[in-house]
């Protein structure tokens, strides 16, 4: 991880730890790279052109959320057995800073669809009770209870950060701290050996939990010791090596037995969560070991965009692929219709981050014991 302090935090309150410019700075290069990787794959359709190679591991954008989002609710939380005004204080701020947005991209994403479409049509109320508690999933797996409302590809995975959010706080609070970890496999393997006879959105959420725990581990150490090591992440990274290798049996074996296997379906995709999500922590502390030498000249350039990263993420699906600015066909206005549709995305995106997001969290204020600081 980067340097991302130059002293330990650890008995600093948690409504005076900061932002951590370099974890927002990740946070926007994944939210841009989600974004191109939709634009050429699901829009412009070129994906299987070379040039797009760098744009077709949307997946790893979302593994870094996940795995930052982990950090980020650790490093705000606080360490094991913090209760911070309790769980209807979490509650609280967990909603407020995720539903607002939330909403208005699902409402954005029915008015484009159906104004893209040119027609009217009743709101399906079984996908949108269904997205609203959380139990929308990705499209292509197994068992899914509900897709993302409106075809907002993109909403998969806030279903999934929501319950990682509620496993959170009883583990965090009722489990001792060098045990959570291996609860969390625990959790993991229900849901693999689950999906095996009755897949489920609920399997899917435990499955992939290690991923976003794994975040909660590096900002454990972080809290209490000023930095991240190997030595002390080298017990997630090898929990996190079985569900891998257990993937990868699978792909081998589906191999050996003739089946086509897709990158983007099981089993090789939950191979490459587990093998990416891993081969990412890795690459960070290969980069630690050169002192993160040229971050703030690459990857720190893009934390304009992390404040802003949430609502990038939500809004830009549906304003690439369902709005329609111009008429015509030539190059010229295929482009800059693109173009501005992109544009419109960052500033909805830095209007409801910037202004609705504030404007909700002083008017309930009151109602939880501390402002939300992420």
Known sequence: ???????????????????LW?????????????LLNHVFNSYLNVRHAIWNFPFRFGQEGVLIFFLLSGFVICYAHGSPGADAGGFRTYLLKRGRRIYPIFIVSILLAYALQHTATHRSAAVDFHSFLGNFFMLQDNPGKAGVFVEPFADNEPLWSLSYEWWFYMMFYPINKWVP????????MGLCAIGLTGNLFIPNSVFNFLVLFPIWWAGVELAREFLAKGDVTFRRQRGMLLLLAGPAGWYGWQVLQRANAGYHLSVIQFPFMGFRYFFMAGAFILLAFAWKHWKFAGYRQTIGQFEWIGSISYAVYLFHYPLICDLRLFAGTTNLIFYADLFLRIVIAFVLAWLAERHLQKWINCRTARWVASPAKN
């Open 1 to 19: 991880m980067p340097e991302i302090a130059a002293k330990p935090t650890k008995g600093v309150p948690v409504q005076k730890r900061e932002r």
């Open 177 to 184: 701290g060098t045990k959570q970890k291996y609860l969390v």
């Open 22 to 34: 370099q974890l927002e700075a990740l946070r926007g290069l994944a939210a841009l790279h989600v």
